[in-house]
């Protein structure tokens, strides 16, 4: 059997086709039936749950080339090999258990596969979608993301050699997120494209580029981070500024926890302000993170992936605060929720 040619025709959402290609690949045994299951790709993947009767359960997730989403939108399956790149590199920034072990990777199948993290878990964005807001998440998502930033600035003659390219982060955030919102909100494009620019000239972190509620699992009270596929050697505050527009959006959409969602997004930042205290390229970081949490406040509302949760009246009124901020943006995290909160209705 000609491997390489099933590999690339592969869909893994095609379970027997799936089970086939991992029993030929020595993934599972020939006699071995698994239980599958689809999970949670977000937009730009298809997830499968393996579950062998004699081993350990596992993940294979496969890079979609058209994302799933109302708009056109298109990014290169090879993404998947810095994914592949980025979870080995990252076991070895972050503490043990913090992102899943990679057990393989198959270019020509735009796959990889990972350990399962242990269940029970909880998709923290579902949790915070329910009201509920636990400051010792909020510390970690601060002490893995400064650590992230922290470790890898250390090796960066390493890794932006391996981590240089900014095409995929391009292609997944800068053109669907600032570049199109620009487009769809004239008032905004000068504050977008200089962000931009601003962006693409700082290259002095590995950057996640998709740190968000939505990609954490919440087991025994710990957080394990998944989805590395943007990540890149870059600018931290798109980190900073991307994950704090999840916790505007969540604020903005439950009325009755808008203060808890204020105190623990200050504590996000200062939790990783502490871990990344003294490094120079982290001076001045703090306002331009507030920017970009701007910059995606408006892309989940005008953007090509808006924040689903939201109703319309809700979209508008992110819409409009967001602008307002534009015209003299906050300089501080806590200033940022301060105006943002004090100007949506129905407090």
């Known amino acids: 059997m000609n491997t390489d040619a099933v590999a690339t025709e592969l869909n893994v959402e095609d379970f027997p086709a799936l089970i086939t290609y991992l029993r030929t690949r020595g993934a599972i045994s020939q006699q071995e039936m698994p239980m599958l299951s689809n999970l949670e790709g977000g937009v730009s993947n298809r997830v499968v749950l393996v579950k062998p009767p004699t081993r350990a359960p596992f993940v294979v997730k496969q890079a979609l ?25 990252l076991s070895e920034l972050v503490r ?52 992230i930033h922290r470790e890898s600035a250390g090796k960066k003659d390493e890794l932006q050699g391996i981590f240089g390219s900014r095409d995929v982060f391009e292609t997944l955030r800068l053109e669907p997120y600032y570049r199109y919102t620009a487009t769809q909100v004239p008032d905004a494009a000068p504050f977008l494209n200089t962000l931009i620019a601003e962006t693409l000239a700082t290259q002095t972190t590995l950057v996640h580029g998709d740190y968000s509620p939505k990609n954490i699992l919440v087991h025994a009270g710990r957080l394990v981070l998944l989805d590395c596929e943007v990540v890149h050697f870059g600018d931290p505050a798109f980190d900073l500024g991307f994950s704090m527009a999840h916790f505007l959006g969540k ?14 997004a200050v504590h996000y930042w200062r939790t990783y302000a502490s871990c990344v205290s003294g490094a120079r390229w982290a001076e001045n970081l703090e306002p331009r993170a507030v920017r970009h949490s701007l910059a995606c406040c408006l892309a989940r509302v005008a953007g090509r992936s808006p924040l689903e949760y939201l109703t319309p009246t809700e979209r508008a009124a992110q819409l409009t605060i967001t602008l307002r901020c534009l015209l003299a943006p906050p300089l501080t995290v806590c200033e940022l929720f301060q105006r943002f909160l004090s100007e949506l209705p129905c407090r």
């Open 65 to 89: 080339p058209k994302l799933r989403v109302q708009v056109d939108w298109f990014c290169t399956p090879e993404r998947i090999t810095r994914e592949a790149l980025a979870l080995s590199h």
């Open 96 to 147: 043990p258990g913090s992102v899943p072990r990679l057990l393989f990777h198959d270019p020509a199948a735009h796959l990889l596969a990972m350990e399962q993290v242990p269940e029970p878990h909880h998709n923290w964005k579902h949790l915070l979608l329910t009201g509920e807001v636990v400051d010792s998440h909020f510390e970690q998502f601060g002490a893995l993301l400064g650590a």
């Open 251 to 264: 604020a903005n959409h439950l009325r009755h926890r808008r203060d808890a969602f204020a105190q623990a």
